[in-house]
């Protein structure tokens, strides 16, 4: 093999020295895409397109290209060692790799070995409320991008980084939303700083020139921050604000405070983004919003937590369960199934404000986003006899602030997308779709137990009708916040089963 690709590589050199100038054609190109995910549970679709053309410049249409003889038989021999690798190539046994059980099991204690190093270092540190903050540092990084605001995140990012934008062209980015957040790597070995590294899959639209395209992207972000930090307080995560005095993030570039004057330098009070990298890049079409793929990874095995028998313990001794069945079972009752029904009942007739006070702000927002596209072509998104046919307990978390479960939810329905007059779009109205997904719950960790069946009509705090719930999940009669889980459990996250890793 080496010596048939040392023959095609003295080939290839020999006929870059001959004179084909008159016979060069012009430059293919190729482009690759990758699927988004919506909450019915779609699954990732790819498309590659080669387009070759040739240039009227390079050659003269009227002269017949002149190729000498010994071309022809360079030529020749260069079209049999190339059979003849494509041949050997053919014969080859391929063998793709994927992610095994055990794979699997090792990056999960090693994600879990971080997040346990880091609140032994700062105790505030929160999974969940770090996960906030980059959705928000994520939405205001794209939306201020190439515009005087992008200086007030200036002690959320590298230097390099404000330093690449301010000299990108003029553009315009809205919309943005994020499908998922993947923990990649925790580093906190260096003296000096700990690191997150985290895979973010995301859309937003861009306007370049008047013209507005919608893009998927996948993102590996690198975020960083001095050793040891104290974490702020859950207002102050959830929210790029001054961590002095938390007003919403208003500073210079040199990290100064518009409101209390404090500098704030680069990971010395918050995390800050040090390097981004763009993994993959889609234009979306309009049409993708009802395109119906086959599901992808309803037979897989489910992915549960290493210690997950030893999580239900300690879950069951901090909130003094008599025993666990007895919680299990209603929490699957009360709050899976019933959010789950609820929240996808909603969806289908597009009233998506009506279960404002069961999602949390990110969950609510990036939905709502492709509700709106739904309801500027007049369509919906039917799930008509939706049954959930098992739910399996997956992973239990805990910090300092909050505690999340998340379960696995197998259901079926008929999936299909129809306008306001009854037209078929999309999807079927006769054969069944068996999915699953993973929800991830979370809630308060001094937020009070409630003895009695959850009511999804009511603010879970005054009990007063949940009729009146803002944009911003407070309650219209109390002005209680909702969704940030202080008064009871609130959908957090949703992953298609072909990409939760645990």
Same mark, same amino acid.
């Given at each position: 093999?080496?010596?048939?690709?040392?023959?095609?590589?003295?080939?290839?050199?020999?006929?870059?020295?001959?004179?084909?100038?008159?016979?060069?054609?012009?430059?293919?190109?190729?482009?690759?895409?990758?699927?988004?995910? +919506?909450?019915? =549970?779609?699954?990732? $679709?790819? !498309?590659?397109?080669?387009?070759? @053309? *040739?240039? /009227?410049?390079?050659? %003269?249409?009227?002269?017949?290209?002149?190729?000498?003889?010994?071309?022809?038989?360079?030529?020749?021999?260069?079209?049999?060692?190339?059979?003849?690798?494509?041949?050997?190539?053919?014969?080859?046994?391929?063998?793709?790799?994927?992610?095994?059980?055990?794979?699997?099991?090792?990056?999960?204690?090693?994600?879990?070995?971080?997040?346990?190093?880091?609140?032994?270092?700062?105790?505030?540190?929160?999974?969940?409320?770090?996960?906030?903050?980059?959705? +928000?540092?994520? =939405?205001?990084?794209? $939306?201020? !991008?190439?515009?005087?605001?992008? @200086? *007030?995140? /200036?002690?959320?990012? %590298?230097?390099?980084?404000?330093?690449?934008?301010?000299?990108?062209?003029?553009?315009?980015?809205?919309?943005?939303?994020?499908?998922?957040?993947?923990?990649?790597?925790?580093?906190?070995?260096?003296?000096?700083?700990?690191?997150?590294?985290?895979?973010?899959?995301?859309?937003?639209?861009?306007?370049?020139?008047?013209?507005?395209?919608?893009?998927?992207?996948?993102?590996?972000?690198?975020?960083?921050?001095?050793?040891?930090?104290?974490?702020?307080?859950?207002?102050?995560?959830?929210?790029?604000?001054?961590?002095?005095?938390?007003?919403?993030?208003?500073?210079?570039?040199?990290?100064?405070?518009?409101?209390?004057?404090?500098?704030?330098?680069?990971?010395?009070?918050?995390?800050?983004?040090?390097?981004?990298?763009?993994?993959?890049?889609?234009?979306?079409?309009?049409?993708?919003?009802?395109?119906?793929?086959?599901?992808?990874?309803?037979?897989?095995?489910?992915?549960?937590?290493?210690?997950?028998?030893?999580?239900?313990?300690?879950?069951?001794?901090?909130?003094?369960?008599?025993?666990?069945?007895?919680?299990?079972?209603?929490?699957?009752?009360?709050?899976?199934?019933?959010?789950?029904?609820?929240?996808?009942?909603?969806?289908?007739?597009?009233?998506?404000?009506?279960?404002?006070?069961?999602?949390?702000?990110?969950?609510?927002?990036?939905?709502?986003?492709?509700?709106?596209?739904?309801?500027?072509?007049?369509?919906?998104?039917?799930?008509?006899?939706?049954?959930?046919?098992?739910?399996?307990?997956?992973?239990?978390?805990?910090?300092?602030?909050?505690?999340?479960?998340?379960?696995?939810?197998?259901?079926?329905?008929?999936?299909?997308?129809?306008?306001?007059?009854?037209?078929?779009?999309?999807?079927?109205?006769?054969?069944?779709?068996?999915?699953?997904?993973?929800?991830?719950?979370?809630?308060?960790?001094?937020?009070?137990?409630?003895?009695?069946?959850?009511?999804?009509?009511?603010?879970?705090?005054?009990?007063?009708?949940?009729?009146?719930?803002?944009?911003?999940?407070?309650?219209?009669?109390?002005?209680?916040?909702?969704?940030?889980?202080?008064?009871?459990?609130?959908?957090?996250?949703?992953?298609?089963?072909?990409?939760?890793?645990?």
């Amino acid at each position: 093999m080496r010596g048939i690709i040392l023959v095609l590589v003295l080939l290839l050199s020999t006929l870059s020295c001959l004179d084909l100038a008159q016979a060069r054609p012009g430059g293919g190109h190729s482009s690759a895409g990758h699927g988004s995910s +919506s909450p019915s =549970g779609s699954s990732s $679709s790819g !498309s590659f397109s080669y387009n070759r @053309s *040739y240039s /009227s410049g390079n050659y %003269s249409t009227g002269t017949p290209v002149q190729v000498k003889p010994v071309s022809l038989v360079i030529s020749l021999l260069f079209v049999i060692v190339l059979i003849i690798l494509l041949k050997r190539l053919e014969n080859r046994q391929v063998f793709t790799a994927a992610p095994t059980a055990v794979n699997r099991a090792a990056q999960q204690q090693k994600i879990k070995s971080g997040l346990e190093s880091l609140k032994q270092s700062a105790p505030n540190f929160s999974g969940i409320l770090f996960l906030d903050f980059v959705h +928000s540092l994520y =939405g205001k990084f794209y $939306s201020y !991008s190439t515009h005087p605001e992008f @200086s *007030y995140l /200036s002690p959320f990012l %590298s230097a390099e980084l404000q330093q690449h934008f301010r000299q990108a062209q003029p553009w315009t980015i809205n919309e943005v939303v994020i499908n998922g957040i993947r923990w990649q790597e925790i580093n906190t070995q260096d003296i000096e700083i700990e690191s997150i590294c985290l895979v973010i899959d995301a859309n937003y639209t861009l306007h370049l020139q008047g013209k507005p395209t919608r893009y998927a992207v996948t993102e590996r972000w690198l975020l960083h921050r001095k050793k040891g930090l104290l974490s702020p307080e859950p207002d102050k995560m959830q929210t790029l604000c001054c961590p002095y005095c938390g007003a919403p993030a208003h500073f210079t570039d040199a990290g100064k405070c518009g409101h209390c004057g404090s500098i704030v330098h680069q990971g010395e009070m918050q995390w800050c983004l040090g390097k981004r990298v763009v993994l993959r890049t889609t234009a979306l079409a309009a049409d993708d919003l009802v395109s119906y793929a086959e599901e992808q990874g309803t037979e897989l095995a489910t992915i549960k937590q290493a210690d997950l028998t030893g999580q239900m313990l300690g879950f069951q001794q901090l909130h003094a369960l008599p025993d666990w069945d007895t919680f299990w079972q209603a929490f699957v009752d009360d709050i899976v199934k019933a959010y789950f029904l609820t929240i996808y009942a909603h969806w289908s007739t597009r009233d998506w404000q009506a279960v404002r006070h069961l999602l949390s702000d990110r969950l609510y927002e990036a939905n709502s986003f492709w509700l709106n596209l739904y309801a500027e072509n007049n369509w919906f998104n039917r799930l008509d006899d939706l049954k959930i046919t098992q739910v399996e307990l997956v992973k239990i978390e805990q910090d300092k602030f909050y505690e999340a479960i998340t379960v696995r939810v197998f259901a079926s329905c008929y999936d299909y997308t129809e306008d306001a007059a009854g037209k078929l779009i999309g999807g079927s109205k006769r054969a069944l779709r068996r999915y699953s997904e993973y929800w991830t719950f979370v809630r308060r960790t001094n937020a009070q137990p409630h003895t009695a069946p959850y009511s999804l009509t009511q603010c879970p705090q005054c009990g007063a009708p949940a009729d009146n719930m803002g944009q911003t999940g407070e309650c219209g009669y109390c002005g209680s916040k909702i969704s940030t889980g202080q008064f009871s459990w609130v959908l957090f996250l949703i992953m298609q089963d072909d990409v939760y890793e645990g």
